[in-house]
């Protein structure tokens, strides 16, 4: 099978550690890994490893993983397609372009729309997939269109009403479609004023996010105001934010219930945002695993309420 794949697919590597393609810094190897830097080469990588029925995992920026200590056994193939350009008010992309890339190169423009993901790390394809948000703002909002590929190797467009965006979720994560490319729609706006908000929001992440430790931003999704009882609704009002909806921040109550600093081995929960962990040095999988299962029991026994994970798991 490994000669097999390697036959079809120029530029295969073979066991690559996972640990310096997330941000997270955890994980094992890849035991096979290719780089795709030309969409025809992503559906390439994607077929041939269908037709071999490899288990196949597409990487963006890895700024949402947790790789397994034993790594991935199939195929990662790592979106690297760059391509952009801005025409009539709009921005056509590749999933490979980082979300910095689309932050600066609009800004640059006076176009606005994307002030909301200054210092957002990853790629567009990741941000798309998991309808990535912040400061009020959702990928979601300047969608035009989406093309992916179906479970069959087709490519298919996607207006922005059939993505199905929803809280950190979309059809392409639903159902396990790979990103290609998407167009967004923005507006003529102040130049000054776009770039000025944007690092606003970047130079906010550098003083409440741990970025001197590797993490992976936040472990939980906040939490529906809602899923609490009546009496907490109205106790923990002070604490809400609107995040496209009511929330109570997770990080709020992983603060209230003292988990600020807890450790399990090398990974933290970040004394400076309390919903992320931080990697103080050899982290490992099965710590984050055995970290979020503490936290999910201690948030359950004072709040009453599941935390539901945000970052996911690569096995
Ligand atoms: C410091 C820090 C701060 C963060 N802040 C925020 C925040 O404010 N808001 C927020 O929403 N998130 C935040 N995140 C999480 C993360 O940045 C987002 O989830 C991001 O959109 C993930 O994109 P990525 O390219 O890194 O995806 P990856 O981590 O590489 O992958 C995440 C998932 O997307 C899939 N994927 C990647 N590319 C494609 C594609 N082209 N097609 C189909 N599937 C694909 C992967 O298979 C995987 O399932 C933060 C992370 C960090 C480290």
Same mark, same amino acid.
């Given at each position: 099978m ?5 036959r079809?697919?120029?530029?295969l590597?073979?066991?690559v550690s996972?640990?310096k ?9 890849a035991?096979y890994?290719f ?5 025809p080469?992503?559906?390439?990588a994607i077929k ?8 196949f995992f597409?990487?963006?920026g890895g700024?949402n993983l947790?790789?397994s ?5 199939g195929?990662?193939v ?5 391509k ?12 490979g372009v ?5 932050v #600066? ?6 176009l ?7 210092g ?7 941000a798309?997939?998991g309808? $990535? ?5 959702e990928?979601k ?6 093309i ?6 087709r490519?298919k ?8 965006f929803?809280?950190?979720?979309s ?11 998407? $167009?967004f ?6 130049k000054r ?9 970047? $130079?906010?992440r550098?003083e409440?996010?741990?970025?001197e ?9 906040n939490?529906?105001?809602? #899923?609490?009882s ?5 106790k923990? +009002?002070p604490a809400?934010?609107?995040d ?5 921040p997770?990080a ?8 600020k ?7 933290q ?5 309390p919903?992320c962990?931080?990697?103080?040095g ?5 710590d ?10 201690i948030?359950?026994?004072k ?5 539901e +994970? ?6």
């Amino acid at each position: 099978m490994p000669d097999t794949l390697s036959r079809f697919l120029g530029g295969l590597q073979k066991n690559v550690s996972l640990k310096k393609y997330t941000t997270f810094r955890i994980g094992g190897n890849a035991k096979y890994f290719f780089i795709a830097r030309t969409i025809p080469l992503v559906i390439k990588a994607i077929k041939v490893a269908r037709d071999l029925r490899t288990p196949f995992f597409i990487l963006g920026g890895g700024s949402n993983l947790v790789v397994s200590d034993k790594g991935f056994s199939g195929l990662v193939v790592h979106i690297q397609t760059k391509k952009y350009r801005i025409e009539a008010g709009k921005f056509f992309c590749e999933a490979g372009v980082s979300m910095a890339t689309l932050v #600066k190169e609009t800004g640059k423009r006076g176009l606005s729309g994307f002030e909301w993901a200054g210092g957002l790390p990853g790629s567009v394809g990741g941000a798309i997939r998991g309808n $990535a948000g912040a400061f009020k703002g959702e990928i979601k909002d300047n969608i035009l269109w989406v093309i992916a590929l179906d479970k069959k190797g087709r490519e298919k467009l996607f207006l922005r009403n059939r993505c199905k965006f929803s809280y950190r979720s979309s059809l392409f994560k639903e159902k396990g479609l790979v990103i290609l490319s998407a $167009a967004f729609s923005l507006k003529k706006g102040n130049k000054r004023a776009i770039q000025s908000i944007a690092a606003d929001h970047i $130079a906010y992440r550098k003083e409440r996010h741990p970025l001197e430790y590797p993490n992976a931003g936040s472990v939980f999704k906040n939490c529906d105001l809602k #899923k609490f009882s009546l009496a907490l609704q109205k106790k923990l +009002q002070p604490a809400v934010k609107i995040d496209p909806f009511p929330v109570v921040p997770t990080a709020y109550l992983n603060d209230q219930a003292g988990l600020k600093g807890v450790r399990q081995n090398a990974i933290q929960v970040s004394v400076k945002h309390p919903n992320c962990m931080v990697n103080l040095g050899k982290g490992k999988a099965k710590d984050v695993i055995l970290l979020m299962q503490k936290v999910k029991k201690i948030i359950k026994k004072k709040f009453g309420v599941e935390l539901e +994970q945000e970052i996911e798991f690569v096995e």
